[in-house]
């Protein structure tokens, strides 16, 4: 029989980036007023776009049991592919559309190590975070590249009064929602990552379903890469650095599993993201040490992982079957 107090814990975990998103609205509103003002809130959620739709992706995979450290790879390849051809006199619609074209065929790499040659996920996108950070080099020459006005400022404008960076947030990360919780092949994912092989004999293809959350992962990969060009304005060789701690972080924050088999878009992930950029904006309006910015990251991932272990073990623990002497 499970405890109040261990029902208790497994609520504060589970709620965990809620209550962690209160206080810190409190603690820097308190400090900056300007902080809580409707512009700025307005400021973190399109900065935290770009950080949101990676993120979704990466819950699909983080939810089959799977890692993708790729991504901000991903991201600047496809960034510096379609910069190329925007300078080169490309149309904008072209130079867009292979944005995330750049972002499934990478993610199409990665699910078919995975799934075809049976390499461990972390080694595979361990490898082509390489892979594609050096192409990217490559076809930059390791030089910033400035983007021509009209190409950012299909991003910049508003659709009915809603600013486009938000509008695009809100859609995939609707769409991913729906799609885990909605649908058939939501609920293959979760079967996949809580136990693959249980799954595969149940009747789920589990190969096809691996295959797909990483090209997912992929084309929201090289989607918030056009968000991010609309805030930076330029392809810098370190576009994308770190992107994928920083996913990673928003995910398991927002409750989703390292092991698989549990996690959410809404508000899981969603919240997660918001968080983490919160939490930067915060430090920029108080006009803190910008050393400390790498420390308060390793320190949100290391409260992400840290709350994700708990909650495991917790679950486990109350899930776990009691054998009473009566019943030997």
């Known amino acids: 029989m499970t405890t109040a107090g261990s029902k208790y814990r ?3 975990l589970n709620n965990a980036p809620l ?7 409190a603690v820097f509103g308190l400090l900056s007023p300007k902080f809580i003002s409707l512009g700025n809130l307005s400021n973190i959620l399109i900065q935290s776009s770009s950080t949101a739709v990676v993120a979704t992706g990466m819950t699909f995979v983080l939810v089959a049991a799977g890692v993708d450290l790729s991504v901000g790879a991903i991201m600047f390849v496809a960034a510096a592919v379609a910069g190329k051809l925007a300078l080169a006199g490309c149309p ?12 499934i065929c990478f993610g199409a790499l990665n699910a078919l190590c995975v799934t075809r040659l049976r390499v461990v996920p972390f080694i595979v996108t361990l490898g082509t975070l390489y892979a594609g950070r050096g192409f990217a080099l490559w076809i930059t020459q390791t030089r910033a590249m400035n983007l021509p006005a009209d190409f950012l400022a299909i991003w910049s404008g508003r659709c009915v009064g809603v600013p486009i960076p938000i509008l695009v947030l809100a859609l995939t990360a609707g769409f991913g929602h729906w799609v885990l919780t909605r649908t058939t092949f939501g609920r293959q994912v979760y079967a996949t990552g809580h136990d693959e092989e249980r799954a595969r004999k149940a009747g789920v293809n589990t190969r096809r379903v691996l295959f797909s959350v990483y090209v997912i992962s ?5 989607l918030g890469a056009i968000l991010s060009l609309d805030q930076l304005g330029a392809v810098s060789p370190t576009f ?5 701690f920083t996913t990673i972080a928003a995910a398991v924050l927002g409750g989703t599993s390292l092991f698989g088999g549990r996690g959410n878009v809404l508000p899981g992930t969603l919240l997660g993201a ?3 950029q919160s939490i930067e904006n915060g430090l ?6 910008p050393y400390l910015y790498p420390l308060v990251t390793s320190a949100i991932i290391f409260v992400a992982v840290l709350t994700d272990s708990l909650r495991t073990g917790l679950l ?3 899930t776990r079957r009691k054998i009473r002497p009566e019943d030997l």
């Not at 904008?92 to 972002?103: C, K, N, Q, S, Y």
């Not at 992929?218 to 090289?222: D, E, I, P, T, V």
Request: hydrophobic residues 70%; charged residues 10%; contains cysteine.
């Open 10 to 12: 497994l609520f504060s």
């Open 316 to 318: 486990a623990r109350l």
């Open 284 to 289: 920029v309006v108080l006009n803190a040490d």
């Open 19 to 25: 209550f962690l998103f209160v206080f810190v609205l």
């Open 240 to 244: 994308g650095n770190g992107k994928e």
């Open 218 to 222: 992929g084309c929201c990969a090289a």
């Open 274 to 276: 918001v968080l983490i």
């Open 92 to 103: 904008l619609w072209a130079a867009l559309f292979l944005m995330p074209a750049v972002g």
